[in-house]
Protein backbone atom coordinates (compact mmCIF):
# COMPACT_ATOMS: atom_id res chain seq x y z
CA UNK A 1 0.00 0.00 0.00
CA UNK A 2 2.75 2.08 0.87
CA UNK A 3 4.33 1.87 -2.75
CA UNK A 4 0.94 2.68 -3.95
CA UNK A 5 0.86 5.62 -2.50
CA UNK A 6 4.37 6.93 -3.41
CA UNK A 7 3.95 6.09 -7.10
CA UNK A 8 0.51 8.06 -7.18
CA UNK A 9 2.30 11.01 -5.18
CA UNK A 10 5.03 11.02 -7.67
CA UNK A 11 2.80 11.06 -10.84
CA UNK A 12 0.90 14.01 -9.45
CA UNK A 13 4.11 15.97 -8.29
CA UNK A 14 5.28 14.97 -12.33
CA UNK A 15 1.80 16.29 -13.15
CA UNK A 16 2.54 19.22 -11.73
CA UNK A 17 6.14 20.43 -12.92
CA UNK A 18 4.91 19.29 -16.41
CA UNK A 19 2.01 21.33 -15.98
CA UNK A 20 4.53 24.59 -14.93
CA UNK A 21 7.06 24.14 -17.60
CA UNK A 22 4.03 24.80 -19.53
CA UNK A 23 2.83 27.45 -18.21
CA UNK A 24 6.34 28.95 -17.80
CA UNK A 25 7.80 28.72 -21.24
CA UNK A 26 5.28 28.29 -23.99
CA UNK A 27 2.19 30.23 -22.19
CA UNK A 28 3.97 33.20 -21.71
CA UNK A 29 5.15 33.63 -25.18
CA UNK A 30 2.08 33.45 -26.42
CA UNK A 31 0.85 35.73 -23.50
CA UNK A 32 4.11 38.44 -25.13
CA UNK A 33 2.78 37.56 -28.49
CA UNK A 34 -1.08 38.74 -27.48
CA UNK A 35 0.57 41.69 -25.91
CA UNK A 36 1.98 43.02 -29.31
CA UNK A 37 -1.24 42.51 -31.25
CA UNK A 38 -4.14 43.61 -28.56
CA UNK A 39 -5.51 47.15 -29.09
CA UNK A 40 -7.77 48.08 -25.93
CA UNK A 41 -6.67 45.46 -23.19
CA UNK A 42 -3.65 44.10 -22.67
CA UNK A 43 -2.30 40.65 -21.54
CA UNK A 44 1.23 40.22 -20.47
CA UNK A 45 1.87 36.70 -18.18
CA UNK A 46 4.73 37.62 -15.11
CA UNK A 47 6.88 35.93 -13.08
CA UNK A 48 6.20 36.69 -9.55
CA UNK A 49 8.42 36.40 -6.88
CA UNK A 50 8.40 32.74 -6.58
CA UNK A 51 8.47 31.68 -9.91
CA UNK A 52 4.98 31.04 -10.87
CA UNK A 53 3.53 32.69 -13.70
CA UNK A 54 0.64 35.01 -13.72
CA UNK A 55 -1.66 36.58 -15.92
CA UNK A 56 -2.70 40.41 -15.16
CA UNK A 57 -4.32 42.53 -17.33
CA UNK A 58 -4.48 46.68 -17.40
CA UNK A 59 -7.31 48.63 -18.64
CA UNK A 60 -7.26 50.33 -21.89
CA UNK A 61 -6.18 53.72 -20.33
CA UNK A 62 -3.16 52.93 -19.24
CA UNK A 63 -2.10 50.00 -22.10
CA UNK A 64 -3.64 53.17 -25.05
CA UNK A 65 -0.15 54.93 -24.11
CA UNK A 66 1.88 52.01 -24.67
CA UNK A 67 0.80 51.20 -28.12
CA UNK A 68 0.72 54.31 -29.28
CA UNK A 69 3.74 55.23 -31.11
CA UNK A 70 5.09 58.16 -32.01
CA UNK A 71 5.96 59.77 -35.57
CA UNK A 72 9.50 61.08 -36.04
CA UNK A 73 8.50 64.33 -37.97
CA UNK A 74 6.45 65.31 -35.42
CA UNK A 75 8.54 65.45 -32.77
CA UNK A 76 10.42 68.83 -30.95
CA UNK A 77 14.22 69.12 -30.19
CA UNK A 78 14.84 68.41 -26.60
CA UNK A 79 14.84 66.90 -23.41
CA UNK A 80 11.79 65.47 -21.96
CA UNK A 81 11.56 64.11 -18.54
CA UNK A 82 8.22 61.70 -18.77
CA UNK A 83 6.10 61.34 -15.55
CA UNK A 84 7.46 58.69 -12.85
CA UNK A 85 5.71 55.58 -13.44
CA UNK A 86 4.26 53.21 -10.55
CA UNK A 87 4.70 49.62 -10.69
CA UNK A 88 4.13 46.97 -8.29
CA UNK A 89 8.30 46.60 -7.32
CA UNK A 90 8.69 51.10 -7.33
CA UNK A 91 8.64 53.78 -9.97
CA UNK A 92 10.31 54.07 -13.08
CA UNK A 93 10.95 56.98 -15.02
CA UNK A 94 12.70 58.32 -18.47
CA UNK A 95 13.89 61.03 -20.08
CA UNK A 96 13.67 61.19 -23.85
CA UNK A 97 16.30 63.22 -25.93
CA UNK A 98 15.04 64.40 -29.44
CA UNK A 99 17.52 65.67 -31.77
CA UNK A 100 16.28 66.27 -35.44
CA UNK A 101 12.72 65.65 -35.01
CA UNK A 102 13.91 61.66 -33.91
CA UNK A 103 14.29 60.16 -30.60
CA UNK A 104 18.00 59.90 -30.05
CA UNK A 105 18.49 58.49 -26.45
CA UNK A 106 16.78 57.41 -23.67
CA UNK A 107 18.04 57.83 -19.98
CA UNK A 108 16.52 56.23 -17.47
CA UNK A 109 16.26 58.40 -14.10
CA UNK A 110 14.85 56.03 -11.75
CA UNK A 111 13.69 52.26 -11.45
CA UNK A 112 13.47 49.98 -8.81
CA UNK A 113 16.86 48.89 -7.80
CA UNK A 114 16.49 48.00 -3.95
CA UNK A 115 17.61 44.39 -3.58
CA UNK A 116 19.95 41.94 -5.85
CA UNK A 117 16.52 40.64 -7.95
CA UNK A 118 15.46 44.19 -8.91
CA UNK A 119 19.24 45.06 -10.35
CA UNK A 120 19.94 41.86 -11.79
CA UNK A 121 16.69 42.20 -13.96
CA UNK A 122 16.65 45.89 -14.75
CA UNK A 123 20.65 45.52 -15.63
CA UNK A 124 19.39 43.16 -18.70
CA UNK A 125 16.07 44.89 -19.61
CA UNK A 126 16.77 48.09 -19.43
CA UNK A 127 19.51 47.94 -22.11
CA UNK A 128 17.22 46.44 -24.57
CA UNK A 129 14.36 48.47 -23.59
CA UNK A 130 16.63 51.92 -24.24
CA UNK A 131 17.62 50.00 -27.43
CA UNK A 132 14.15 49.36 -28.77
CA UNK A 133 12.60 52.56 -28.23
CA UNK A 134 15.68 54.07 -30.15
CA UNK A 135 15.26 51.76 -33.02
CA UNK A 136 11.34 52.16 -32.73
CA UNK A 137 11.27 56.33 -32.99
CA UNK A 138 8.54 55.32 -29.98
CA UNK A 139 7.16 53.16 -26.89
CA UNK A 140 6.08 50.44 -29.14
CA UNK A 141 8.95 47.79 -27.86
CA UNK A 142 8.99 44.05 -27.08
CA UNK A 143 8.35 42.86 -23.27
CA UNK A 144 11.72 41.36 -21.90
CA UNK A 145 10.29 38.06 -20.58
CA UNK A 146 10.49 38.24 -16.64
CA UNK A 147 10.66 42.38 -17.08
CA UNK A 148 7.21 43.30 -17.34
CA UNK A 149 6.78 45.38 -14.38
CA UNK A 150 9.85 47.05 -15.66
CA UNK A 151 8.25 47.42 -18.84
CA UNK A 152 5.02 49.06 -17.97
CA UNK A 153 6.68 51.63 -16.12
CA UNK A 154 9.49 52.27 -18.49
CA UNK A 155 6.58 52.58 -21.85
CA UNK A 156 4.52 54.42 -19.89
CA UNK A 157 7.05 57.37 -18.50
CA UNK A 158 8.51 57.38 -22.06
CA UNK A 159 4.86 57.89 -23.94
CA UNK A 160 4.69 60.77 -21.76
CA UNK A 161 7.90 62.29 -22.42
CA UNK A 162 7.37 61.40 -26.27
CA UNK A 163 3.78 63.01 -25.85
CA UNK A 164 5.31 66.48 -24.51
CA UNK A 165 8.18 66.18 -27.45
CA UNK A 166 4.54 66.02 -29.75
CA UNK A 167 3.48 68.82 -28.52
CA UNK A 168 6.12 70.76 -27.72
CA UNK A 169 6.14 71.34 -23.65
CA UNK A 170 6.87 74.03 -22.05
CA UNK A 171 8.46 71.97 -19.51
CA UNK A 172 10.60 70.34 -21.77
CA UNK A 173 14.04 71.51 -21.97
CA UNK A 174 15.40 72.68 -25.66
CA UNK A 175 18.78 71.61 -26.70
CA UNK A 176 21.29 73.53 -28.93
Not at 27 to 32: I, L
Not at 100 to 105: D, E, F, M, V, W
Request: aromatic share 6%.
Amino acid sequence: MKKVTGFIVSLIVLIAIILDGFWLFFKNKNAQTETSTTSGTQQTASADSTGATSSTSSSSSSSSSNSASSSSSSLKDGSYTGAATSTQWGDVQVQAVVSGGKLTKVNVLEYPNDNGHDQKVNSQALPVYKKEAISAQGADIQLVSGASETYKGFTGSLQDALNQAKEGSSDATTTN
